[in-house]
């Protein structure tokens, strides 16, 4: 018998959030694009200012990778720093009781 079969051998019923799942809204899919956006606007100024002072194409451009990793890096530990909103933390509750998990 599989860990997916109920006791009877029949397969379990899916519960209501596997048969709705609640899509994402639009924000919440961009929100890696704005962290990757904001990561390539400041690669590309420390990139250029590199370049305009140097003249120097290669060290340009390993200036501009090592920006973009360390902003996009940076910009990720502010953004897991911040505390949810009353309506976020409502959500995170909601899937943790749908999913069985616990909020402590």
């Keep these: 018998m599989s860990s997916t079969q109920g006791s009877d051998g029949t397969d379990p019923k899916p ?3 596997e048969q709705h799942p609640i899509a994402p809204t639009r924000r919440e899919r961009l929100r890696p694009v704005e962290f990757l956006v904001m990561a390539a606007i400041i690669a590309v100024f420390v990139g250029l200012v590199v370049f305009g002072s140097t003249r120097q194409l290669e060290l340009a451009l390993v200036f501009f990778g090592v920006a ?5 890096v940076v910009i990720a530990m502010l953004a897991l720093a911040v505390k949810p ?3 976020e933390q409502q959500d995170l509750d909601e899937q943790n009781h749908e999913h069985g ?3 402590h």
């Design 85 to 87: 909103d009353d309506a």
């Design 101 to 103: 998990g616990s909020t």
């Design 15 to 17: 519960t209501s959030a």
């Design 68 to 72: 973009f990793i360390v902003s996009l």
